[in-house]
């Protein structure tokens, strides 16, 4: 049987054009968890990440402050975070930045395409990702 434990997800956006596009795409992909956006890492990282509140996190990795891939590093070396799915979703595109997620143990990358209707048609199939993909729970 499905866990239907509602999931959060943590949208960590520092462009708010770009944070209500992403959230209007997801929506009309029948998406309909609570979307809370965060505009920097360092309130990512301090958001509520217990176990009575699972998430699913959204990250861009151009962020000012404390960044996307300093976010994964700390998300990754902590117990209580390491297991939270994390998307990459972001406007930067070069080999050495995907592989350097990766190497971090994040294994969804999204590049933001530039054109509306294929930045929309990027969201709407990580919305349907989203709805099928199971991962385990923390604690």
């Known amino acids: 049987m499905r866990d239907t434990q509602e999931v959060t997800i943590l949208l960590v956006e520092d462009e708010p054009g770009h944070a209500r596009l992403i959230e209007k ?10 979307i809370v956006t965060i505009a920097d890492g360092q309130q990512a990282l301090d958001a509520d990440t217990g176990p009575a509140s699972p998430l699913r996190v959204l990250l861009d990795l151009n962020l000012p402050g404390l960044d996307g891939y300093h976010v994964l590093e700390r998300m990754n070396a902590d117990e209580r975070t390491r297991r939270i799915p994390v998307i990459i979703l972001t406007t930067t595109d070069d080999a050495r930045q995907v592989s350097r997620c990766y190497e971090l143990g994040y294994s969804v990358y999204v590049t933001k395409p530039v054109d509306y209707a294929q930045f929309a048609q990027a969201i709407h199939n990580l919305g349907l990702l989203l709805s099928v993909v199971t991962v385990p729970h923390g604690g």
């Open 25 to 34: 795409n997801m929506r009309r992909s029948k998406i309909t968890n609570s």
